[in-house]
């Protein structure tokens, strides 16, 4: 998986996001997102307000980094997470039985599995090696995080999943983890392990695709699963190189304030 540097949030705050954040500090309120994992929960019971600068000045990464633990620990990322997946779950379940071979493809990190630990571990930057055995804390690296099989479920995922398998859709995996028989094991026991099962594929980055961006290799893995005579209903990511380049009905962006892929 491809990152933009050391320290790569790149958030956008809307009305809805200010607004959650006035709430959180007037009511000193800090509570963990439901998709935390018990290593984490503390640190966002533990985040301290952000501060508000004058409109003039470039918001400080420090006060950057808060705003968007604020995002993730209020509970707002996850609302805004959910509110995509239900309706490409309605989507989906409508469209399953209108074509032949219908199909919906998934990216994984950050929407089929949570990172967030290794996110706050690693406050926000991106450490590609070295190990990953002091969690909570950092530094842990996401090649080792990855070994590990820990992430999380993205819950209303899962669900979009299981609901798209009752109405005999079938189940891609597309990914930007580079191809390997460590990382693609790791991957296939960390998706069984949250509840993840019978997929029809899963598609790894080849290691010989470092000349093509994260568009083209996605979108070309999708013209082969509609190559094989499928119909792909909905396409699912958290990053819109995810979704560009077609072939798909639908494209479902998701909220990532994490980092960028472009």
């Known amino acids: ?49 952000p501060h508000t600068l004058d409109a003039t000045q470039p ?30 779950r309605a989507y989906v379940e409508k469209r399953a039985g209108e074509v032949a071979k219908p199909a919906v493809v998934l990216d994984i990190d950050e929407t089929s599995l949570s990172n967030f630990a290794e996110i706050l571990a690693d406050d926000f930057g991106f450490i590609p090696n070295g190990p990953c055995d002091v969690l909570p804390e950092g530094p842990c690296g996401f090649e080792a995080w990855v070994m590990s099989a820990r992430a999380e479920a993205i819950a209303p995922t899962l669900a979009l999943y299981k609901a798209a398998r009752a109405k005999h859709v079938a189940m891609f ?60 209903i909905a396409n699912i990511g958290d990053q819109q190189s995810d979704l560009n380049g077609g072939y798909a009905e639908r494209a479902y962006k998701l909220p990532n304030p994490f980092y960028y892929i472009p």
């Open 173 to 232: 995996f597309i990914t930007g983890r580079f191809d390997s028989e460590a990382s693609r094991k790791a991957t296939i026991e960390n998706l069984h392990k949250v509840g993840y099962a019978g997929w029809a594929g899963l598609v790894l980055r080849p290691a010989d695709s470092h000349g093509m961006t994260v568009a083209q290799y996605k979108s070309g893995a999708r013209a082969k699963i509609a190559e094989e005579g499928y119909t792909i």
């Open 1 to 49: 998986m491809s990152w933009n540097g050391a320290n790569s949030a790149k958030p956008k705050f809307g009305a809805t996001l200010l607004l959650a954040l006035i709430l959180a500090v007037a009511f000193a309120i800090a509570l963990p997102a439901a998709s935390a994992s018990a290593d984490v929960a503390a640190l966002c019971r533990t985040t301290p307000a």
């Open 59 to 88: 918001l400080n990464l420090g006060e950057v980094k808060l705003q968007v633990r604020y995002y993730a620990c209020s509970g707002v990322y996850d609302a805004e997470l959910a509110k995509v997946l239900v309706a490409a």
